[in-house]
């Protein structure tokens, strides 16, 4: 195939929609099938269902679990950026860090939110206090 980057870099970029690689892959593999070169199909094909949709449910739930509120797009983008600071082990690293702070902004919105509602004017008042009416 003349064009295995582009074809690559496109695979990769689909992997963050739920069909991912395989609407590159596939028809890919088709394609050699109907030019004739059968063994690069079997090849491509073996090694999409072998290698990328197992890696894309095995390895994906170890790195961010079901429960994390990250986003496939966040995820990617965090993996792209662990890889350029940290090389290859921040692909992991990446995920990681942008899931602890995801988690730190969560947890001051929660404790801002707390602290905004204590100390505005209506909390202090209570509801079985007289009105202030300074002619009773």
Same mark, same amino acid.
């Given at each position: +195939?003349?064009?295995?980057? #582009?074809?690559?870099? #496109? /695979?990769i970029?689909?992997?963050?929609?739920?069909?991912?690689?395989? #609407?590159?892959?596939?028809?890919?593999?088709?394609?050699?099938?109907l030019v004739?070169?059968?063994?690069?199909? /079997?090849?491509?094909? &073996?090694?999409?269902?072998? &290698?990328?949709?197992?890696?894309?449910?095995?390895?994906?739930?170890? !790195?961010?679990?079901? *429960?994390?509120? !990250?986003?496939? /797009?966040?995820?990617?983008l965090?993996?792209?950026g662990?890889l350029?600071?940290?090389? #290859?082990?921040?692909?992991?690293?990446?995920?990681v860090?942008?899931?602890? !702070?995801? +988690?730190?902004? *969560?947890?001051?919105? *929660? =404790?801002?939110?707390?602290?905004?509602?204590?100390?505005?004017? *209506?909390?202090?008042?209570? +509801?079985?206090? /007289?009105?202030?009416?300074p =002619?009773?």
């Open positions: +195939t003349p064009f295995v980057l #582009l074809l690559t870099i #496109l /695979a970029g689909c992997g963050v929609i739920p069909l991912g690689a395989s #609407l590159v892959a596939i028809p890919v593999a088709f394609y050699q099938l004739g070169n059968f063994w690069q199909a /079997a090849v491509i094909l &073996v090694g999409y269902f072998v &290698v990328v949709a197992n890696l894309d449910n095995v390895i994906r739930p170890m !790195l961010v679990s079901k *429960e994390t509120p !990250l986003s496939s /797009a966040l995820v990617v965090s993996g792209f662990g350029n600071w940290f090389g #290859l082990p921040g692909v992991i690293y990446g995920p860090i942008m899931i602890i !702070l995801m +988690t730190l902004l *969560e947890i001051y919105k *929660e =404790h801002f939110a707390i602290i905004q509602v204590a100390s505005s004017p *209506e909390a202090w008042r209570t +509801t079985d206090s /007289a009105p202030d009416d =002619h009773p």
